[in-house]
C-alpha cells in the first residue's frame, strides 16, 4: 500500500518563505503531485515531479528526492491568499486509477 | 470553461433514502474518480473509472455504487444512506489514468445524513 506524511499545520509570516514537507512509502513510485485547497473549496493542482531535484513554477517550487522518500513544497513571498491546505498524493505504481493523499497541511499566513 | 460539475452542491437526507450525486465533465477526459473528505483527513478514493464502462473500487467503495455509461457523467449513488456517509464529496477528472496527469475537482458536494 501507499502511506504518506505531512505535518497537520504550520504557520507564517505574510512575505517570508516557507518549506512545506511530505514524506511517502510506496511500493514503487511513478511521481508525486501537490495540490492547495482553500477552505471549502475544490482542490487544484499546484506541481507533479517524477525525477530528483527542484522544479520552480513562479512563487512555488517543488522538490523531491527519491531515494528518501520526500518532497517539499516551497512558497516564497507569501501572500495571505496563500492559507490554505496543501495536499501531496501519488498514484499507485501497479494501478495508475488509484490514487492517495496525504492528509494535507493547513498552512496560516499571518499579517 | 473547462470544469468539472457536480450536484447537488449541499443536500440534507434521511437515513435510507436512495440519493444520486451528479458528475459531469466538458473536457473528454477519460478518467473520473470520487473521493470523500472528512475533517482532518484528507481524501480518500471510493470508486474510480478508466473509461466508460470500466470502473473499479477504491479505498473506501462500501455503502457506494458508480456507473459510467458515458464518457462525460460519473453518477455517485447512495442506496442507502447512512449517518457515517455525511461528508464532503469531491468527483474528478483527468485526461487518462496515466501517472503524471494531475485531477481536475468538482466544487464539491456536501452531504448530511441524518
Known amino acids: 500500500g501507499q502511506n504518506i506524511d505531512q505535518p497537520t499545520e504550520m504557520t507564517a509570516t505574510e512575505g517570508a518563505i516557507v518549506q512545506i514537507n511530505c514524506t511517502y512509502q510506496t511500493s514503487g513510485f511513478n511521481g508525486l503531485f501537490w495540490y492547495q485547497q482553500h477552505a471549502g473549496e475544490a482542490p487544484t493542482f499546484l506541481s507533479y515531479?517524477?525525477?530528483?531535484g527542484l522544479e520552480e513554477k513562479g512563487r512555488f517550487s517543488s522538490f523531491l528526492s527519491r531515494s528518501k522518500g520526500y518532497s517539499y513544497l516551497l512558497l516564497k513571498e507569501l501572500q495571505m491568499k496563500d492559507s490554505a491546505s496543501y495536499l501531496c498524493?501519488?498514484?499507485?505504481?501497479?494501478?495508475?486509477?488509484?490514487?492517495?493523499f496525504g492528509d494535507g497541511t493547513t498552512l496560516t499566513v499571518k499579517p | 470553461e473547462a470544469q468539472v460539475t457536480q450536484n447537488p452542491r449541499y443536500l440534507i437526507t434521511v437515513t435510507g433514502k436512495k440519493l444520486t450525486v451528479t458528475c459531469s465533465q466538458n473536457m473528454n477526459h477519460e478518467y473520473m474518480s470520487w473521493y470523500r473528505q472528512d475533517p482532518g483527513l484528507g481524501l480518500r478514493q471510493i470508486y474510480y473509472s478508466m473509461n466508460v464502462e470500466v470502473t473499479d473500487k477504491g479505498d473506501v467503495p462500501e455503502g457506494y455504487k458508480v456507473s459510467r455509461k458515458e464518457k462525460r457523467n460519473f453518477p455517485l449513488i447512495l442506496e442507502s444512506p447512512s449517518p457515517n456517509q455525511t461528508s464532503l464529496y469531491f468527483c474528478?477528472?483527468?485526461?487518462?489514468?496515466?501517472?503524471?496527469?494531475?485531477?481536475?475537482f468538482g466544487d464539491g458536494t456536501r452531504l448530511s445524513i441524518l
Open positions: 515531479n517524477v525525477l530528483d
Open positions: 474528478a477528472s483527468s485526461l487518462s489514468h496515466g501517472f503524471n496527469q494531475p485531477q481536475h
Open positions: 498524493a501519488v498514484r499507485d505504481p501497479t494501478n495508475a486509477g488509484k490514487s492517495t
